[in-house]
């Protein structure tokens, strides 16, 4: 099925790193969700963005609408151990009513 | 909590057989959306309902069926299973089809 691309597909980073990630598309989107899954868990929902250039922050996590509505981005500041998990980015087509998941990005922290 | 339940939590089951998955949406919602997720991959979205009609269809086999009830919950139902079909399935809901999804915790399926 149709998905969003997402990098990177995963990372390792150290405990107290910045971390940045984001999606890409070549349609234009009206709403971007980002979600964390932790395993065997259902995806949770972190951060919503619905307007061009919305910068949304939700604890350490900040969410970026970018401003082509082409592509969004999430950076986590200062890393933890609970931070670990597969993040999906998630956009609503404009036009349509449904939305297209990216393929997600597998962080792990090292302590 | 996301406030959406999903049962059963986990589910074995043998090639041929049928099983049902039950969803209930967050209390207002009037729209589900079921995904399937395979092993270490991206969720693939099955089938929208919303107020209890189709709404979107996606990479849903025709061996899958799924209704919603007039009280909101949702049933998916997967038939003839196969070995492939071996998954974690999540239901969502979300006020109208265009607002922010909500995920349950899941139904893992395992066909032996």
């Known amino acids: 099925g149709q998905q969003l691309n997402q990098s990177p597909q995963s990372m390792f980073i150290q405990e107290g790193e910045d971390v940045s990630m984001n999606c890409t598309s070549s349609s234009i989107f009206n709403t971007w969700l980002w979600y964390k899954q932790d395993p065997g868990e259902g995806p949770v929902l972190l951060i919503a963005l619905y307007k061009a250039g919305e910068l949304t922050s939700n604890g350490r996590l900040t969410a970026q609408f970018g401003i082509t509505r082409k592509d969004s981005f999430l950076n986590i500041s200062a890393s933890i151990p609970s931070d670990v998990g597969i993040y999906f980015c998630?956009?609503?087509?404009?036009?349509?009513?449904?939305?297209?998941f990216g393929t997600g990005t597998r962080l792990k922290v090292l302590a | 909590d996301s406030g959406v339940t999903q049962t059963p939590k986990h589910l074995i089951t043998a090639t041929g057989q049928r099983v049902t998955l039950r969803c209930s949406p967050r209390s207002g919602d009037l729209s589900v959306y079921w995904y399937q997720q395979s092993l270490d991959q991206g969720l693939q979205f099955l089938i929208q309902y919303y107020n209890g009609e189709e709404r979107a269809k996606g990479n849903i086999l025709e061996r899958f069926s799924a209704q919603q009830f007039p009280d909101l919950h949702s049933e998916l139902n997967l038939s003839s299973l196969e070995l492939g079909d071996s998954a974690l399935y999540f239901c969502?809901?979300?006020?109208?089809?265009?607002?922010?999804?909500?995920f349950g915790p899941g139904t893992r399926l395992l066909v032996l």
């Open positions: 998630a956009g609503l087509r404009s036009g349509t009513y449904k939305y297209i």
């Open positions: 969502a809901s979300s006020v109208n089809f265009q607002e922010t999804q909500y």
